[in-house]
């Protein structure tokens, strides 16, 4: 873990001036309006055809202060229980099911918890994809982050960090596997939020 160090705080520093420039840039935002809110309304009609789109919505009226309808929570937190014991739910499922949660605190079977927990360690250990990673590791830390489960870990954080950056080109750009040539700024994003994620997880080792 030692040898990986300088990388990972190297992508903390990263990630504090990113930070710090979003909060330069949000100085300069208007206050919200009853136009904005009226267009979120319009945008999010409260039929949302996935989790995703879910998470979105709701985030987007408590951002906007948009009052949420009890049949709306209601509805997101079946889907969300639904999507934890389902064996056909996708990583990415699983990771807006979780986010969802995070907004709404729904209620969530322990068993359940046990259960997601197991299939995202296991899909960090086998992952090979950029959204992989990103779907699995942070997951777990919204795991983490919501108290749903104490002793969380990672078996081998620094193999992981390695197989991360194994899809790093020499141009400095990323590619989303090790199958897919094809490189973006997205792609990027998605690599400093996965290694974000797994710095998360392993803070413990820094302490």
């Known amino acids: 873990m030692a040898r990986s160090l300088p990388g990972f705080l190297a992508l903390i520093v990263a990630v504090a001036l990113i930070c710090c420039s979003f909060a330069a840039a949000a100085s300069t935002f208007q206050p919200i309006s009853e136009s904005h809110r009226s267009a979120a309304l319009e945008t999010f009609d409260r039929s949302y055809g996935s989790l995703e789109e879910t998470y979105e919505a709701l985030q987007t009226f408590d951002v906007l202060g948009v009052e949420r309808k009890p049949d709306v929570g209601t509805a997101a937190c079946q889907s969300v229980s639904q999507t934890l014991v389902s064996s056909s739910s996708t990583l ?24 997601i927990v197991s299939t995202l360690q296991t899909a960090v250990g086998s992952a090979s994809s950029l959204l992989e990673f990103y779907h699995s590791i942070g997951g777990l830390v919204l795991v983490k982050n919501q108290a749903l489960k104490d002793d969380l870990y990672l078996a081998d954080a620094e193999g992981v960090f390695r197989s991360i950056k194994a899809l790093s080109q020499s141009d400095g750009r990323w590619r989303y596997s090790s199958s897919n040539p094809e490189s973006s700024t997205y792609a990027a994003g998605i690599y400093f939020l996965s290694n974000l994620f797994l710095i998360f997880l392993t803070c413990s080792f820094f302490i």
Do not use: P, Q
């Not at 979780?98 to 918890?113: H, I, Q, T, Y």
């Open 92 to 115: 990415k499922d699983i990771f807006y099911a979780l986010k969802v949660n995070g907004v709404l605190k729904c209620e969530v079977d322990a068993d359940s918890v046990e259960g």
